[in-house]
């Protein structure tokens, strides 16, 4: 047998040579909706089990979720697994009828605390930043942690969800992460600077429900671009953007999306029913630019791995005057480079900031919406106690008004826009009778 290292090697080149001989490939058997077997360093484990047929539907409370095409492997041909990794339980389109029954075949389901006390049996829960440790046959340990994840905007009441960090303990920068359902915001963020993410498997689809309000629950197209400039080494890998009629957003958007921020190479869409391998030191790295040749310098800046400072040799001999004046001016301290930074900005976060504003237009036309005064701030699900009795209490007469209180959050001022849709329906309904 050879020494991995030879007698000439530093301790951080035999630790760096060992890293890479362990990092593992991962193979992704692609069922449906959010559902993947993947096989990761020898062990199987399953996501977000669905498995009931096309055609069901699923109501909670004033929501009806609508399941428009089953799996593409059934459980039996899937075959055994070691574990699951449930996002969320309480919600019928990560785990269906058919996946409540599946669960018992696993070693382990590691889910949410709430999710496990209500699983209980081999469940285990864990919340934002817990990891639990399994052993592997040949004396790994693959650590699995739990990733933040908000299931849509800012002050809205979903039930806990959470995501997935994994990695093998003597290879911990080769990280597979699943993202749950989320949408984009500063705990994703935080998962990107943590961890050197190699492959990222993003629930997309930008899932609305009409009852619950008029904003996305999961990843829109435009902010998977956030995520994979964020997890700049990453294969980008979407699911969860089909399958289910509550999703806005598909393969098309997705793909347009990656497309204009000069990314689309990143993205590796799973084939249904047919297992892919994806080799993290062979899948990831610099692209070669020569493929940008004829592209606006604009567009090659959108890609995440581009800088300004990368296409400065360029600009220089564009315009060149403008670099020299530049240079020779003591006084500007900067400020060109600033501007350039500025540019650069703008470039990248184009859709994004364009997003923001028109969704600050919606809200000031509908901040001048009067609140009926038969509105009933109960019947809102999704609004806390707390921020119902704040309502009820004051009585805003305006969206405007509701927005400008102490506590009261743009996804609650919403919520409430919507109801006021909803049980002005009602009523009209009630009064035909």
Known sequence: MHALGHAGESQDEKAESKSIMNAPSVRITYVGGPTCLLEFGGVRLLTDPTFDPAGGEYTSGPVTLR?????????????????????????????????????????????????????????????????????????????????????????????????????????????????????????????????????????????????????????????????????????????????????????????????????????????????????????????????????????????????????????????PDVFAEDEQSASNDGFFRNELKSVETEIKYEGYLQQQQRAIERMKKAEQRTIPEWFDYKSVSGLSREMQETLIRIRPRTLGHASRIPGVTPAAVALVNVYIEIQAKRRQQALAV
Request: no cysteine; hydrophobic share 45%; aromatic share 6%.
């Open 67 to 319: 399941k428009l095409a089953g799996p593409a492997v059934s459980p039996q041909e899937l075959g055994s697994f070691d574990y699951v990794l449930l996002s969320h339980d309480h919600h019928s389109d990560n785990l269906d009828q058919a996946g409540r029954k599946v669960l018992a075949n696993a070693t382990t389901v590691v889910t949410t605390a709430e999710g496990a006390q209500r699983l209980g049996a081999n469940s285990v829960g864990v919340t934002d930043g817990q990891s639990v440790d399994f052993r592997t046959s040949d004396g790994r340990t693959l650590r699995i942690v739990a990733t933040p994840a908000r299931h849509g905007p800012e002050g809205l009441s979903r039930g806990a969800v959470t995501g997935f960090a994994l990695f093998f303990e003597d290879a911990a920068e080769h990280v597979i992460y699943v993202s749950g359902d989320t949408v984009w915001y500063e705990g994703i963020a935080e998962v990107a600077r943590r961890f050197n993410v190699q492959v990222a498997i993003l629930h997309l689809g930008a899932a609305r429900v009409p009852e619950v309000g008029p904003f996305h629950l999961t990843m829109t197209a435009l902010e998977a671009v956030e995520a994979a400039r964020a997890f700049k080494n990453a294969v980008i890998v979407p699911i969860h953007f089909e399958d289910w009629a509550h999703f806005s957003e598909g393969r098309a958007e997705v793909k347009t999306a990656f497309a204009n921020a000069g990314m689309e190479r990143r993205l590796l869409w799973p084939e249904r029913g047919r297992p892919i391998s994806i080799n993290p030191q062979s899948e990831v790295g610099m692209p070669d630019l020569s493929s940008a040749l004829g592209q606006p310098l604009a567009q090659i800046l959108k890609r995440p791995e581009i800088t300004i400072e990368h296409l400065v040799p360029i600009l220089r001999e564009l315009a």
